[in-house]
C-alpha cells in the first residue's frame, strides 16, 4: 500500500468513528469514551500525515510510535463502547477490523524502517 492509500484510509478511519460517535447516545459513560476516541483517531491521521513530512528516519519512526500508540488506543476505546452500544456492534466491529489492520499495517512499516 502506498503512502496515498494510507493518508486516505487513516482520514477515513477518523471520520467513520466521527460518524459513530454522533450516532451513539449522549449518556454518562458515553459521552467521554466519544471524546476520548475522537481524539485518538483524528490523531492517528494527523500524525500519518505527520510522518510522511519527517526531516529524518529517527523522526519518521517516531512519528509513526505516535500513530501506533493513538491506534492501539482508538481500539481500547472501540472496546469500550462496545460494552456499553450493543446496538451498534456490527458498525464498532467494523471499525475494530481496519483500526486492526492500519495497526498491522504502522507496525510493519517501523519494523523495516529500522
Known amino acids: 500500500m502506498d503512502a496515498e492509500e494510507m493518508k486516505r484510509r487513516t482520514k477515513e478511519f477518523s471520520i467513520n468513528i466521527a460518524r459513530l ?8 459513560i458515553n459521552k467521554p469514551y466519544k ?7 483524528s490523531s492517528v491521521g494527523a500524525n500519518y500525515r505527520a510522518s510522511r513530512r519527517a526531516k529524518s528516519k529517527p523522526d519518521f519512526i517516531n512519528k509513526l ?6 491506534l492501539d488506543e ?8 462496545l460494552e456499553f452500544n450493543r446496538p451498534f456492534e ?9 483500526g ?8 510493519a512499516s517501523i519494523v523495516s524502517s529500522r
Not at 471524546?35 to 483517531?41: E, L, N, P
Not at 482508538?74 to 463502547?81: N, P, R, V, W
Not at 456490527?90 to 481496519?98: C, D, G, S, V
Open 74 to 81: 482508538s481500539l481500547f476505546f472501540l472496546e469500550l463502547l
Open 90 to 98: 456490527t458498525e464498532i466491529n467494523h471499525l475494530y477490523n481496519e
Open 21 to 28: 460517535t454522533q450516532k451513539l447516545p449522549d449518556n454518562q
Open 65 to 70: 510510535k505516535i500513530v501506533e500508540e493513538e
Open 100 to 107: 486492526e489492520t492500519l495497526l498491522k499495517i504502522i507496525v
Open 35 to 41: 471524546a476520548q476516541i475522537i481524539r485518538s483517531s
